[in-house]
């Protein structure tokens, strides 16, 4: 039997939720769940988990602005260039 891209893509996408729901299960206390509640609950909580990266991702992009440090705006520098430029004039 093979499997197709679209199966392991879809493996790939619930691992997340499966590995939480593990987690949740062997930590909590309660009757045994049966094998649809395993697949429900590691949608929801593979839903809930890719909702909180995006989240997390948003709140980076908003909070941390993309600031590249560009040598051609720093003070000293600039301020730099004008006094060797100003001896410079000088010397010649």
Known sequence: MELSTFTVKLFILFIPGLLAFIIIDNL???K???KIHWFIYSVILSFISYTFLLLLKYLYAVFVPYYQFDIS???LINYWRKIIQAYYIRIF
């Open 73 to 75: 705006t720093f003070f």
């Open 32 to 34: 045994t769940t049966k």
């Open 28 to 30: 909590s206390i309660h």
